[in-house]
């Protein structure tokens, strides 16, 4: 039958024959039924002729049971009746033209709230991408006034090119998949009224597309900036793994990437592969023929079958072989996983991985590679049968060889000799783990103790008194805020422990920041916090060994303004601990600077710190920035005026170089008549081989990085001046080639340690978050022996220490002392902390560690180690003798009465080498009940076989070693405090007794508040007046 070409459907038919004729498809089979067969070489000739006939004979019916003859086509080629359905290529049959037809119907245009919908999203994404533009823009103007522009772009620069680079890379892998699925899928006959767009004009169309999912695999892709940067930077280590041969910086900077590549890989094929599929169904390329279709002339039911053409299937295994090319490449990477994992006797890969883990890895990566070479091969022939036969195995193989094997090789190889089979891995990982955190180099030495030193060395190591840690941070802290806040604005947070050069010679030092508390400021107005209280002032400094009359702090500094020893000629703190709101200098009213007699004292801010804020752009900027409408109307704001905010050092710190870690404990040091602050900061990484994690060794064990670290190094020092909060980071560790590889991101951002005046490098410090975690991670790794390892018969713990009368023993926190270390002939600064047994069986010490902060053995570590044949009194074994001793028990009955109008508090127990002994030394603190002022009573000295406590240090030594052992070193230069006036005198006396009589006259109104306010104004006068007269 000729086909006409009268009707629009019979010109489609007609091509489509011509086409079939073209390609090479047969005309119509005919079977021994007489009609033609339908299969995979069914003609579309003869299907359109049906159609056509059935067509003409009813225009309303589109049901297969009228096409008897295709009905009867499907019978089993012998003509047996029996319909043979395996036969049937459903790809290449589409009923959509025996469906009903509406014609070319004109949409109607898009509804008006459809539009007002749109507006409105986009109006609520305005204040949703307005802040972070917000936070961006100022945020940039801090780090210009600082000079690290280039630091802070370097993040967004770097985020921005990832973003794109991802979102490219997602772009072009998906266009070519949505290109082929929109293509034709010959030989499928598609009949249509009108012209068919080109599959390549649909997938111009659509772009958008693609364009959403590779925006949030953009995304994905930019918050890697930094792990990115590194990579691209990457410099090596000199150390290969001992298993893989790999040098260390391969695992630092490049497996990482490697590793979110890896999975962004598998994401991105699983959502294009979910697209593809989705559009071919939506064609009706791929689709589910079932019984209710042709239970009327068929006569099948129950039966499914799934059409797919073969360019789809081709594209969707080409897809398939991708993700198990991902697997495989994933089994690959996994091998390296294995040098982190922790295992039951040590870190990283023992026995059953190196020899189980890693061979089953490899091997699935071959089954799986395999199966994705089917996936490929099937593109272009049936391979079905080996796709299914890789894929059954790669998860038999998983089970068994994966998962079955290792543990097998485990419970039964390894457990029975589990020592010997792991030792050469032990050893591995004790010697990955001391070179991770610098313990390789660590210099040990057996201290034969002697019960007692002799007298000469007890009269030489205690020379000068003021040397001897006596005052303990915690009760030093309150005498600050009594004796020296001065007004109820000011706070001391924090005290540390530094050493200056004072007449004439070095002498170890307590310091304390006098900072503003703007939360105690009694006027809570947006005037006084921001622009009228804008600084601290100054700081108070006391020898750790200082007691004046009454047991209270012999201060080097003191007052406001500060006097005496080292000078301060900027004691103003406009960035430090608690300067955590923003503030406007230069305003149309002076800075309250610090109080005096009648007015305070004002001051105008002069330093280079700040943003300007004259524009009306700049203060738009910042009212959004804080959410202050007074930034845009005060009249207070002219065009000197600067804001000031991200004061807190800390903060600053961490938002300037967010990839290192920082020391719980800034510093204060006074240098060059200036305040500046000192922090340590740190390096880290948890990606060293064999290297045992810290928070596995000591869980919650410190707050650096959150103990997720095998790597550590101090190797650069923050410094911050607290007048203009300039910062800079000067690296002291060149070695470190995580650093070196920071360097190299931010060259103008590090500073060579030479840099760094020698007035501050006189204060660096051996730090205390880096001495605690290797103190704890030498507790395990000092055993170098395996044997001893793996027995852990000989861990360590820090030492412990009861500080108050009754309360639970807590370990022991590193003290910064200055002493003098055995065969040593000089004293130097150093950080120790005593080691005992664990277990917490024994107390007995069997360790003492040091950390050296002078030059030239700054940054090494010392460890003495204590005889195992004798006992040597760990602190907690000295604190029991202590309560144990007659006479000092009389005295704390007297001093300190149960229930009595006092309260004893002990200081720190420090454990001191002297000569080849340890003399153990403790202040004893008095606290009247009714006062927050410990006063430092008594002191207790011991040593192996004695223990004595008396009022002074210079007592206590006699006592302990005999009379001629007294210092005789002269006292520092005192403060010098200019003479008070009668008159000055006179005044303080009336401010005393008029605060005094208003108190009374509050108290009797019932007016609390008032009254807690006036006792505070009486405080101070008091505290003046104790000064001006010198009691």
Request: with cysteine; net charge neutral; aromatic share 10%.
């Amino acid at each position: 039958m000729a086909l006409s070409q009268e009707t629009p459907f019979a010109r489609s038919c007609f091509h489509v024959a011509r086409f079939e004729t073209s390609v090479g498809v047969s005309p119509v089979t005919r079977v021994g039924s007489g009609h033609p067969a339908v299969g995979v070489g069914v003609g579309a000739t003869w299907l359109c002729e049906q159609a056509e006939r059935t067509k003409a004979s009813t225009a309303t019916s589109t049901s297969l049971r009228d096409i008897s003859p295709y009905a009867e086509a499907v019978r089993d080629k012998r003509g047996n009746g029996e319909r043979d359905w395996g036969n049937i290529d459903w790809s290449n049959l589409d009923l959509s033209v025996f469906r009903s037809r509406r014609g070319n119907v004109r949409r109607p245009p898009a509804s008006r709230g459809v539009v007002i919908t749109i507006v409105i999203l986009l109006l609520l994404l305005v204040p949703v991408l307005l802040l972070p533009l917000n936070e961006f823009l100022t945020d940039l103007l801090w780090f210009r006034s600082l000079g690290l522009e280039d630091v802070y772009l370097r993040r967004y620069t770097a985020g921005f090119w990832a973003f794109v680079a991802f979102f490219l890379i997602f772009v072009v892998i998906a266009l070519p998949n949505l290109y082929l699925a929109l293509r034709p899928q010959v030989p499928r006959v598609v009949v249509e009224q009108g012209p068919r767009s080109s599959a390549l004009a649909q997938t111009l169309r659509l772009l958008w597309v693609p364009a959403i999912p590779a925006f949030f695999f953009g995304l994905a892709g930019g918050d890697q900036w930094d792990q990115l940067l590194r990579w691209l930077n990457a410099v090596p280590f000199g150390v290969s793994d001992p298993l893989f041969g790999r040098d260390v910086g391969f695992y630092f900077f490049t497996l990482p990437v490697l590793e979110f590549v890896r999975g962004w890989g598998i994401a991105a094929v699983l959502v294009i592969a979910a697209g593809v599929v989705a559009i071919y169904a939506v064609r009706g390329v791929i689709s589910v023929a079932t019984s209710t279709i042709t239970r009327a002339d068929l006569g099948v039911a129950g039966r499914t079958a799934l059409a797919l053409a073969r360019p789809a299937r081709a594209h969707l295994s080409v897809l398939g072989g991708l993700f198990l090319l991902l697997i495989a490449t994933g089994y690959v990477l996994d091998q390296y996983d294995l040098l982190f994992r922790t295992e039951r006797v040590l870190t990283g890969a023992g026995f059953a991985s190196v020899n189980a883990r890693v061979p089953a890895l490899t091997i699935l990566s071959f089954i799986v590679g395999i199966a994705a070479l089917a996936c490929f091969a099937n593109a272009f022939a049936r391979t079905v049968w080996v796709l299914a036969g890789s894929i059954v195995l790669w998860f038999a193989a998983t089970v068994l060889i994966n998962g079955v094997y290792p543990a097998v090789v485990q419970n039964y190889v390894v457990a029975p000799d589990e020592l010997n089979k792991e030792r050469p891995y032990i050893e591995r990982n004790i010697a990955a783990t001391r070179a991770a955190y610098s313990l390789d180099k660590i210099e040990e030495s057996l201290f034969n103790v002697a019960d007692t030193p002799s007298q000469s060395e007890a009269t030489r190591e205690f020379a000068d008194s003021l040397s001897v840690r006596l005052w303990d941070y915690h009760r030093l802290l309150s005498d600050f805020d009594q004796l020296q806040a001065l007004r109820p604005y000011y706070d001391f947070t924090d005290v540390d422990v530094d050493r200056y050069a004072i007449g004439g010679r070095e002498v170890p030092i307590m310091l304390s920041a006098r900072e503003l508390n703007t939360a105690s400021l009694l006027q809570q107005t947006w005037v006084n916090r921001h622009l009228q209280f804008t600084h601290g002032f100054g700081a108070v400094m006391t020898p750790v060994g200082g007691v004046a009359a009454e047991g209270r702090p012999q201060f080097l500094v003191k007052d406001i303004p500060p006097q005496g020893d080292p000078k301060i000629d900027e004691p103003r703190i406009y960035y430090g601990e608690l300067t955590n709101d923003y503030v406007i200098v230069n305003s149309a009213a002076e800075e309250f600077d610090y109080p005096q007699e009648g007015t305070d004292a004002r001051t105008r801010y002069s330093g280079k710190g700040g943003v300007g804020i004259s524009s009306l752009w700049d203060r738009l900027l910042f009212t959004l920035r804080f959410g202050e409408t007074n930034l845009l109307f005060s009249d207070q704001i002219q065009s000197a005026s600067r804001i000031l905010f991200h004061r807190n050092i800390s903060e600053r710190e961490k938002l300037i170089a967010p990839f290192l870690e920082y020391d719980k404990d800034p510093y204060l040091v006074v240098a060059d008549g200036k305040l500046w602050w000192i922090n340590d900061a740190y390096t880290v990484g948890n990606r060293y081989p064999y290297s045992e994690r810290f928070n596995a060794l000591v869980p919650g064990g410190t707050r650096v990085a959150d103990g997720d670290l095998n790597y550590i190094r101090n190797s650069v020092k923050v410094v911050t001046n607290a007048y203009d909060g300039s910062v800079s980071y000067y690296v002291v560790d060149e070695t470190d080639p995580v650093v070196r590889n920071l360097r190299a991101i931010y060259p103008s951002l590090f500073k060579s340690l030479a840099e760094m005046p020698q007035s501050l490098k006189d204060h660096l410090r051996y730090p205390e978050d880096l001495f605690s975690i290797q103190a704890k991670t030498f507790a395990i790794y000092h055993m170098t022996d395996v044997d001893s390892f793996y027995n852990r018969g000989d861990a360590w713990l820090i030492a412990n220490e009861v500080q108050e009368q009754g309360s639970a023993k807590a370990p022991i926190e590193p003290y910064y002392v200055t002493t003098r270390l055995p065969d040593s002939d000089r004293k130097e600064f150093i950080l120790f902390v005593p080691m005992t047994p664990a277990g917490g069986v024994r107390d007995n010490m069997v360790a003492w560690i040091a950390g050296r902060a002078d030059a030239p053995d700054y940054g090494k570590l010392r460890v003495l180690r204590l005889p195992q044949d004798r006992q040597i009194s760990g602190p907690l074994q000295t604190e029991g003798r202590i309560d144990a001793d007659a006479t000092i028990k009389q005295q704390l009955s007297l001093l300190c009465p149960l229930g009595g109008g006092s309260q004893c508090f002990r200081g720190n127990l420090l454990v001191l080498p002297v000569g080849n002994s340890f003399v153990y030394v403790e202040g004893l603190f008095v606290q009247a009940t009714q006062s927050k002022i410990p006063e430092l009573q008594r002191v207790i000295l011991a040593t192996q076989g004695k223990v004595v406590m008396a009022p002074t240090f210079q007592g206590a030594l006699d006592a302990l070693f005999g009379a001629g052992t007294t210092p005789t070193t002269p006292p520092p230069p005192p403060v010098t405090t200019p003479p008070p006036t009668a008159g000055v005198i006179a005044d303080l006396v009336k401010a005393a007794s008029d605060h005094y009589q208003q108190a009374q006259d509050a108290l009797k109104r019932s007016d609390f508040a008032e009254y807690g306010r006036l006792l505070k104004l009486l405080e101070d006068d008091l505290a003046k007046l104790r000064a001006a007269t010198g009691q």
